[in-house]
């Protein structure tokens, strides 16, 4: 069964989503890819998962934590989910392209794949998707829109120089 709560953060409101198993779901508004509303299930504010997600980020959106330890359920074909493990192994601060994700998972030709799966990572911010960038480092595409991926980056870049 599913809920959901409803956090403020500087990138906008954020709808965390949870299932028995953990947090299935960070999405921002008008996010690409983002669940239909009713597949959230019902408001729930008193999780303890949302509360220890909502203090871990709040922490991230302070410059005070650079990894995210919450429990994730994360459903998805199998090779999305191994390019969103992958994710998590982006150091804070930097980032990685496309192709250099691929070559890590050992699929050196699937940097396009390893795009859209990133594209469709359903736990943004927590599960960095905004580390990977285009092979000559520039901004491609974020479900949450450049301007949220660029702030995240320039954010983290800051951060990480206290």
């Known amino acids: 069964m599913r809920h959901h709560t409803v956090l403020d953060s500087p990138v906008g409101p ?6 028995d198993d953990g947090i299935t779901g960070l999405y921002m508004d008008l996010q ?21 997600a909502a203090e871990q980020l709040t922490a991230y959106f302070a410059g005070e934590l650079t990894t995210f330890d ?12 191994t390019v969103w493990e992958a994710l998590q192994t982006i150091p804070y601060g930097e980032t990685v392209s496309y192709g250099q994700l691929a070559q890590e998972i ?10 859209l799966a990133n594209g469709k990572n359903p736990v943004g ?6 580390r990977v960038v285009g ?10 829109g450049l301007e949220r991926k660029r702030f995240l980056l320039d954010f983290e870049k800051g ?3 206290f």
């Open 14 to 19: 954020l709808t965390l989503v949870a299932d």
């Open 32 to 52: 690409r890819h983002r669940p239909q509303q009713e597949t959230f299930g019902g408001r729930n504010d008193d999780d303890p998962r949302f509360a220890a």
């Open 70 to 81: 919450l429990p994730l359920s994360l459903h998805g074909t199998p090779f999305q989910r």
């Open 106 to 115: 050992g699929k050196p030709s699937a940097s396009r794949a390893v795009g």
């Open 125 to 130: 911010v927590i599960v960095p998707c905004h």
């Open 135 to 144: 092979s000559t480092g520039g901004l491609t595409g974020y479900g949450g």
């Open 159 to 161: 951060a990480a120089l």
